[in-house]
Structure formats: structure tokens, C-alpha cells
């Protein structure tokens, strides 16, 4: 039987393992042999559709894609953690009782962060060593950080065995980014690397983080994620100001809509929307009017998915593309450019720029038997335009983050 990629990637760990952290270690290398690793395998996600919508309790329908990273480690009876990143080449050690915010080693913080919230909420964890890897890019917009977050953190609920219910566990993991990492995320992330589920998309609100899975066999089609490598610079400061805009406007909304409590623009519904035309700037407008047609698009796209109707679905990806490019203003040149020359090409449904904006990815729905086609067209008009060969990512729908054994 031909060898599955996960297996390769967890058997040259292993292997890693016993180079890195165990040759040596006699006593160590009996312990390891005879318990074995602790292997995770955690996703990264795509959105369909609701974007900026988390932080605004709205709705959005995501879910886990079959892109990876790779945890394999095991209890070093130590007060330490160890971890090398095969990915990165590059590897950490730091005290248990020591957790502070590295300046130097970024990536490292994910990891500490998600230790932390689980030590605060009383969880007993010990020392242990792992190694990490990818096949999950990063700064792609497929969410590696929230990918690396929920995979530490159900590994080592694995390890120590901890009772966690799993919307603890995306909690614990959205708080490690909001308040280690500094990185203020709403949900949607970790809830889709850890809820995912093969052939499913997650349909999401997030007032309550209720959910319900929708059936979305893609067939003769893909989700191709391009990824246009324009750094996300302004990621983190436009990011946080949306947030501001949109509190802002809360706080003027509320009170001006007659026998409505508004306590976040998910309240208010396509109705009510120009009643406010003239009530607040047409920045903030701009803003609600996103939110408010975004949630709408998501309820469309839900109705949608269930008819199995792509056609329609690729053409509300791409209103959404637009409400994302004029109203809430968090497109670039290059997504602009990705978005409309998708648009032109036979075998493509829809595609919208993915995630926060200001750089990173595209997601599309495209017809399989025209992948090569369109990667042809789009990869040589990008690069001529830019001088930049954007990356393609084939995606399907995966599981959550989960432990695998052999
Ligand atoms: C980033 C954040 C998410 C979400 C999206 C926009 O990816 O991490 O929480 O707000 O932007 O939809």
C-alpha cells in the first residue's frame, strides 16, 4: 500500500525525534520506545464566506482543509519544554514556570500563549519535548497560527490527559492570541482547525458559537486558495481600527432604531440598514452596510449549499469580494486583480479575497478539469503584472485537529 503524506511526515518526525531530542538519552529512548509519540495532525481553514463578521457576532460558513501541521512529541519528565521546528529549522526551549513573551522567536509565543491559558484555568501540565512540521504555509492566510495554537494545545491534552471540552479548547486558543500574541482575532480561526470535518463545511454564528454541519461535496470541483505573497503589513492596525469602526458605530447606532436593542451590528438587519443612511458617517455606513449584507450573504450561501447550487454560491463570493473592496475597504490591487481576472475565466464559480485583507489570499470554487488552465493563465498575468508568481493551493475538506495513532 502506497504511504499516505501524514504517515511520511509523522515517520520522518519520529526519526527526527530520535536525533534530536532522544540519541543519547538512554533512559529516555527506552520510555520513548515503549510509550511511543504522541502525534497530532492539525488543519488549516478556509472561509467561504462571512468575513469580518466574527468580531461582529455575525455568521460565516467555514471549515478545516486538508493542509497540515505535524506535532509528534512525548512527556520529558522535566520542568521544560523543548521544540524544534522542522519547518523552520529552528528550535526553543523555555521553563514551564517561566512563560513570557519572546521578542526574538516569534512563533514560539503560540505555542507559550496556549500553555499559559491552559496553566491559568488550572490545568496541570508537565515538561515535554516536540518536534513541528508543515505542509501548511505560512502568512498565507490558511491560518497556520490558529493550525499551531489548537494543535499544541490538544496535544497536550492528549499528554496529560485533560478533560477539555472542545469550545474550551478554541477559547483557550483565541485568548492565547488575543492576549500573548497581541493578535486580536475573533473566533473563527481555531473554532474551524478544530471543528472541521471531511466533506462539511461549518455553518457559524458567532453570538453564541452554535453551529451546524453543511454537506458540500465539491465533486469535479476545488477550492483553490491563491496565495498573492503581498505581506499583510497593515494586517494588525487596519484590523484593530475595523474593530474600532464597528464599536464606534454600535455605540451611535444604539438608541436610533426604534423598539431595537442593538448590541452589535449583527443585530440589525437588511431593513433597518438604510434607515441609517444619513444617521452616521458613510465611513462607518460603509462599514455597517458590510457587515449587515455579509451576514445576508452567508444566509444565502447557506441556502445555497443545501440546493447544491455552485453557480450561485461562486456569484455570491465575488458581491463579497466587492463589499469587501468599497465598503469595509480591506482589499489591495493584487487581490483586486486576482479577483477580477478569476472572474473572466470559464470554470471558475466565485472567489473573494480570504481572511483579514490588506495582502495574503484569494478563495475560489473551481472546476477540477480547469485547475491547470487557470494557474496557467492567472500565474503568468500575475507575474507579469507584479513580478510575482503567486502560490496555488489546492484545497479539500478536512477534519479538525486531531491525534493520530499507527
Ligand atoms: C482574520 C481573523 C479572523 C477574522 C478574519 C476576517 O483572519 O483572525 O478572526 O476576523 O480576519 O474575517
Redesign the pocket.
Known amino acids: 500500500m502506497e504511504k499516505s503524506e501524514t504517515n511520511i511526515f509523522f515517520e520522518n518526525l519520529q526519526d527526527l525525534f530520535c536525533g534530536k531530542f532522544i540519541r543519547g538519552y538512554k533512559e529516555r529512548e527506552n520510555a520513548f520506545k515503549k510509550k511511543g509519540l504522541v502525534n497530532i495532525l492539525s488543519p488549516g481553514r478556509v472561509?467561504i464566506i462571512?468575513?469580518?463578521?466574527?468580531?461582529n457576532l455575525g455568521l460565516?460558513i467555514n471549515t478545516a482543509i486538508n493542509k497540515y501541521i505535524f506535532i509528534a512529541g512525548y512527556e520529558n519528565k522535566t520542568d521544560y519544554v523543548e521544540v524544534f521546528s522542522r519547518y523552520l529549522n529552528d528550535s526553543n526551549k523555555f521553563l514551564l514556570d517561566d512563560i513570557t513573551f519572546d521578542k526574538t522567536t516569534h512563533w514560539i509565543n503560540y505555542i507559550k500563549g496556549v500553555l499559559k491559558e491552559y496553566i491559568q484555568h488550572g490545568h496541570k501540565i508537565g515538561g515535554f519535548s516536540i518536534v513541528v512540521d508543515s505542509n501548511l504555509p505560512i502568512g498565507a492566510?490558511i491560518?497556520s497560527s490558529?493550525s499551531l495554537e489548537v494543535g499544541v494545545a490538544k496535544f497536550i491534552e492528549e499528554l496529560f490527559n485533560l478533560k477539555v471540552d472542545k469550545k474550551e479548547t478554541v477559547k483557550y486558543c483565541n485568548s492565547a492570541e488575543n492576549n500573548f500574541v497581541g493578535?486580536n482575532?475573533?473566533?473563527?480561526?481555531q473554532f474551524s482547525v478544530a471543528y472541521g470535518k471531511k466533506n462539511h463545511v461549518i455553518y457559524l454564528n458567532f453570538k453564541d458559537l452554535s453551529y451546524e454541519y453543511i454537506p458540500f461535496d465539491l465533486k469535479e470541483n476545488f477550492i483553490l486558495v491563491i496565495n498573492s505573497k503581498e505581506e499583510r503589513n497593515l494586517a494588525n492596525t487596519e484590523?484593530n481600527k475595523r474593530r474600532q469602526e464597528c464599536n464606534e458605530a454600535v455605540r451611535l447606532i444604539s438608541g436610533k432604531i426604534k423598539g431595537k436593542n442593538i448590541t452589535s451590528l449583527s443585530d440589525i438587519s437588511l431593513g433597518m440598514l438604510y434607515e441609517l443612511k444619513n444617521k452616521i458617517s458613510e465611513e462607518l455606513f460603509k462599514r455597517v452596510k458590510h457587515v449587515v449584507t455579509e451576514n445576508n450573504r452567508v444566509l444565502l450561501s447557506k441556502e445555497y449549499l443545501f440546493k447544491g447550487d455552485i453557480e450561485k454560491l461562486g456569484q455570491v463570493l465575488f458581491e463579497s469580494h466587492n463589499s469587501l473592496r468599497y465598503d469595509y475597504e480591506v482589499s489591495t490591487e493584487k487581490l483586486d486583480y486576482l479577483v477580477d481576472e478569476m472572474s473572466k475565466i470559464k470554470g471558475v464559480y466565485g472567489g473573494r479575497l480570504m481572511?483579514?485583507?490588506f495582502g495574503g489570499s484569494v478563495i475560489s470554487i473551481v472546476k477540477k478539469s480547469k485547475i491547470d488552465s487557470i494557474t496557467d493563465i492567472i500565474g503568468g498575468k500575475f507575474l507579469k503584472k507584479f513580478n510575482v508568481s503567486p502560490d496555488f493551493i489546492e484545497c479539500l475538506f478536512s477534519d479538525g485537529t486531531r491525534r493520530v495513532k499507527f
Open positions: 472561509n462571512g468575513e469580518h463578521t466574527d468580531y460565516s492566510g491560518s490558529a493578535v482575532c475573533g473566533f473563527m480561526d484590523y481572511g483579514a485583507g
